[in-house]
Nanobody, 122 residues
């Protein structure tokens, strides 16, 4: 079965950086889309960025120019480089995989989720 395991969360000061990793395993077929989502306390889960199989990306407006998604296909690891962090970036960050062939930054389109990693910016 598919497993996604995030790591790299933690605390950072505003203006600082963190790098999240998501290790994937158990795929029978490669996902069409990989994404990062986040959920702040008391709020709905929101999309941060997605990566399509053709390498195209879609970023939420709130993170454009600050966050960068990348993937190492050799070991099925997805990364999220987060720079110029703001307090409003605080939340639980999840990586997710979708087998649907139309990528959207919508949580309901992703079948597989990691357990999440906490990011706190002060």
């Amino acid at each position: 079965h598919v497993q996604l395991v995030e790591s790299g969360g933690g605390s950072a000061q505003a203006g600082g950086s963190l790098r999240l990793s998501c290790s994937g395993s158990g795929y029978l077929n490669s996902p069409y889309c990989m994404g990062w989502f986040r959920q702040a306390s008391g709020k709905k889960r929101e999309g941060v960025v997605l990566l399509d199989t053709d390498g195209s990306t879609t970023y939420a407006d709130s993170v454009k120019g600050r966050f960068t998604i990348s993937k190492d296909n050799a070991d099925n690891t997805l990364y999220l480089q987060m720079n110029s962090l703001k307090p409003e970036d605080t939340g639980m960050y999840y990586c997710a995989a979708s087998m649907l062939n139309w990528c959207q930054l919508v949580p309901g389109r992703y079948s597989y989720w990691g357990q999440g990693t906490q990011v706190t910016v002060s």
